[in-house]
């Protein structure tokens, strides 16, 4: 689609290197607005690459007596929910701490090790408070973090996967790409339609946001035959 868009001709992209590298680099970079675009719809609402055999990983690490900070998993774009194993071998939830209780950081760094209540990002890290006491935790797997993962970019060696969105937003990622190609190399009139088609009607990207943000994981789309009330 993108030779066609630009002009360019059958294999004037896939059949060049250079070429096939930096639409490759384009089509990412339009990949990842896409994915800011839904990500920002509902920080609470789950947008995970449907590339990935599981959606919303989990990953599990050892509780070290004494010790409050661990390293997160370097795949990971937002964690969703952090939980420690008790004694008896059951999940439990810890408190995400806020920003605002920064102040109470070094007051809770004197804290007795005990049954971790809350956590608190910080960089790749994240932190137990109070620090974990083995003698009533689970310590093997005893930490829990579910996350999303960041997008599975395209290589330029890819000839089949496919945008982990919504199929009727995929055009977006071959019209951004070549309205770049295009204002780089003043061809106006491509330029002009690639502007065009993105921001046709409503826009591609903002229907995508306004799609992804009516969606719900508990509640599932139907068609049903209308209703007459002839009270």
Known sequence: MCEATTNLGLTAISGTPAQLAYFTNLINMWYQVVAQYIWLVNKNWQFDDSNYTTNFPVAYTTVVNNQRDYVLPSSLRRVTQVECMDSSGKYFSLIPMSPRDATLLNEKWQDTAGTPREYYMLGRSIILYPKPDTSVLTAVAGLRVSFEKKLDLFATTDTTQEPGFDEEYHPILYYGPCFEWATVNNVTNISQLCEKMIGR?????????????????????????????FK
């Open 201 to 229: 009607f409503d826009g591609l990207l903002n229907l995508a946001q306004k799609h992804y943000s009516d969606n719900d994981a508990n509640i599932l789309p139907a068609i049903t035959r209308g209703k007459t009330n």
